[in-house]
């Protein structure tokens, strides 16, 4: 017997080594479970097996007892935010973490008061614990909602103002353009001597009459070009357009620019070969003038002008604008592009609404090109854009 018993004896030790072990380990994670700031519990077989402290607070229960003997019904409203019926989703929500292990998705609870508030939930399938063990911990989300809410009211406010804006500059911009057509039109008439001589000084003023018309007639159709591109309303009328053809137009109306400055404009670049690109030629035209316009404006008298046509990435060409001007300040780079800024030029005293180049980039972009440019203050610019060649 008593060799028995010292036999028996280590065996026991073990075991209870072992049990110690384990109550150990099981008290560890009770306590972390307890100690969660994060709401937590633990469903078996669709009931609830426990529940942690931070789950009974936020959800306004006195203890874990009445908590976990609440009917799951209870804890939230009949449907949530997206209409479905709460039981029903609960119920897809538990399948989709059988199926994949774990599942993250948004949720309101009810409290006890009646109160309903939005959470984030985590379940988590607990393997070998008969199978259908879930943890689920969550995490009140009432203040990242409320951001979220102020954030969309406040985008969706900024979207309102700005669509007043573009309306009232397009609506403006068409009730400007009738008078200024008469003063144009009549200043035309005046200078024409239809209805007899003028003499020198009247001459001279109606042709400033006739001058500063034009040019506010340019401000106003570009401030309504602007306001279209920001409505998102750009019509434009793609075709096949034979880039040389394109550049006879481009050179015959620019050429009264080049010559009041005396530059020189350099065409290089295989026109005839390069075929057709897929774009509104209207569009493209204007594209291009604005950009050789702004090499001449901010050009130098008897200053250059090189113009580069070629092919680049596959699929598009490369149409290039180089001048030996001013340049552009790198600080300045970033605001080339934005509507009236005029990217360091306001005291310059060279003229210019600032809007060309955000509605050359809008006209651009929207035929499926690009645009861009490389500058060094002092030495000048050179300004580009890529287009779509046809496809044969
Ligand atoms: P605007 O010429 O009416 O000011 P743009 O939108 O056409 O407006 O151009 C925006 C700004 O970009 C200009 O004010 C100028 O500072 C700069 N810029 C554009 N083209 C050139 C150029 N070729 N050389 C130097 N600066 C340029």
Redesign the pocket.
């Given at each position: 017997m008593k060799a028995d018993n010292n036999t028996l004896n280590p065996a026991s030790d073990e075991l209870k080594k072992v049990t110690r072990g384990l109550e150990v380990s099981e008290e560890k994670y009770r306590l972390l479970f307890e100690a969660s700031e994060d709401p937590m519990w633990l469903i078996v077989d669709s009931k609830f097996e426990l529940c942690n402290e931070a789950a009974v607070a936020a959800l306004g229960y006195d203890n874990q007892a009445e908590l976990s003997s609440t009917h799951p019904s209870k804890l939230s409203p009949p449907t949530q935010p997206d209409g479905q019926d709460s039981y029903a989703k609960a119920e897809a929500m538990m399948a989709a973490v059988v199926e994949r292990g774990h599942h993250r998705f948004e949720w309101v609870h009810r409290r006890k008061n009646g109160e309903d508030f939005p959470v984030e939930v985590t379940l988590t399938e607990i393997p070998g614990n008969g199978g259908s063990a879930i943890y689920c911990v969550w995490r009140d989300i009432t203040a990242r909602k409320a951001n979220e809410n102020d954030l969309k009211l406040a985008k969706e406010e900024a979207e309102r103002a700005n669509k007043a804006k573009s309306e009232f500059l397009s609506n403006m911009s068409h009730e400007l353009r009738t008078p200024l057509n008469a003063v144009i039109g009549f200043s035309e008439t005046l200078s024409s001597g239809t209805y007899g001589e003028l003499n020198p000084k009247q001459a001279e003023f109606i042709n400033h009459i006739h001058t500063g018309g034009e040019l506010l007639l340019l401000l106003i159709n570009d401030l309504l070009d602007f306001s279209h591109i920001e409505a998102g309303n750009v019509e434009l009328s793609i075709s096949d357009v034979i880039v040389e053809d394109l550049f006879v137009a481009i050179k015959s109306l620019v050429s009264n620019l080049i010559e009041n400055k005396e530059m020189t404009l350099h065409i290089d670049g295989n026109l005839d070969q390069v075929g057709a690109i897929n774009c509104d030629r209207l569009r493209t035209e204007q594209v291009l003038i604005?950009l050789i316009s702004?090499?001449v404006?901010?050009g130098h008298e008897r200053g250059n002008v090189w113009i580069t046509v070629s092919p680049e990435k596959p699929g598009f060409i490369k149409i290039s604008v180089r001048?030996d001007?001013?340049?552009?300040a790198a600080d300045q780079f970033d605001n080339?592009f934005k509507p009236f800024d005029?990217?360091?030029?306001a005291r310059s005293g060279i003229d210019?609404?600032?809007?060309?180049?955000?509605i050359a980039k809008a006209l651009a972009e929207a035929m499926d090109g690009a645009i861009g440019f490389e500058?060094e203050k002092g030495v000048g610019?050179t300004?580009w854009i890529e287009l779509p060649l046809s496809v044969a």
């Open positions: 604005n702004n090499a404006k901010y001048d001007g001013i340049g552009i080339g005029r990217a360091g030029m210019g609404p600032g809007a060309g180049l955000s500058s610019s300004f």
